[in-house]
């Protein structure tokens, strides 16, 4: 039997990325925390807005996401059922149910989100925070990267 060797400590400081990089949506920014030696692994980012708003409803086929609030407030509607989460507040959307969310408290906003498995998650943020601003509605980019886009992001007063 062969021993494994224990994975080497990440740590990523407070605000920071990962890799050091800058990545945008316009209204918020991601850094990226931990990320999968392969796609079978758990990916977790930080999400820190300074706008209100968020994605577009949308369901992966094979991730379950989890949201932790950090700062501020957001609203978060997975399947049928609307959840208000506050600092402390965490939220699973099981992977297959449709789920949309958005920032809506009125200063700034963090969140850490997780998927398991990571899948395409990390090639999606790549190229849709090229374009500084939410990802497109466009339904082959959101089923590339192994999700289905199923309608618009909520509207926010």
């Known amino acids: 039997m062969h021993e494994r060797s224990p994975a080497p400590a990440t740590y990523v400081a407070a605000g920071a990325d990962r890799f050091g990089e800058q990545r945008s949506l316009g209204i918020s920014t991601?850094?990226?925390?931990?990320?999968?030696a392969d796609p079978?692994?758990?990916l977790i980012l930080e999400n820190t807005?300074?706008?209100k708003g968020?994605?577009?409803r949308h369901l992966h086929l094979a991730q379950d996401e989890w949201f932790y609030a950090v700062e501020g407030n957001f609203l978060i509607e997975v399947g049928?059922?609307?959840?208000?989460?506050?600092?402390?507040?965490?939220?699973?959307?099981?992977r297959q149910i449709p789920h949309v969310w958005?920032?809506?408290?009125p200063t700034c906003g963090r969140m850490l989100i997780t998927f398991l498995p990571a899948g395409q998650i990390e090639a999606?943020?790549?190229?849709?925070?090229?374009?500084?601003?939410?990802p497109p509605q466009?339904?082959?980019l959101w089923r590339a990267h192994g999700m289905e886009l199923v309608g618009p992001p909520l509207a926010i007063a």
Do not use: C, Y
């Not at 958005?102 to 408290?105: L, Q």
């Not at 999606?124 to 939410?134: D, I, K, L, P, S």
């Open 30 to 36: 991601i850094d990226f925390k931990l990320l999968p």
């Open 54 to 56: 968020g994605p577009a």
């Open 124 to 134: 999606f943020f790549r190229t849709v925070t090229q374009a500084n601003a939410m």
């Open 40 to 42: 079978t692994g758990i």
């Open 49 to 51: 807005f300074h706008a």
């Open 80 to 94: 049928a059922e609307q959840f208000h989460l506050h600092p402390g507040d965490s939220l699973l959307a099981p």
């Open 138 to 140: 466009d339904p082959a």
């Open 102 to 105: 958005a920032f809506v408290g």
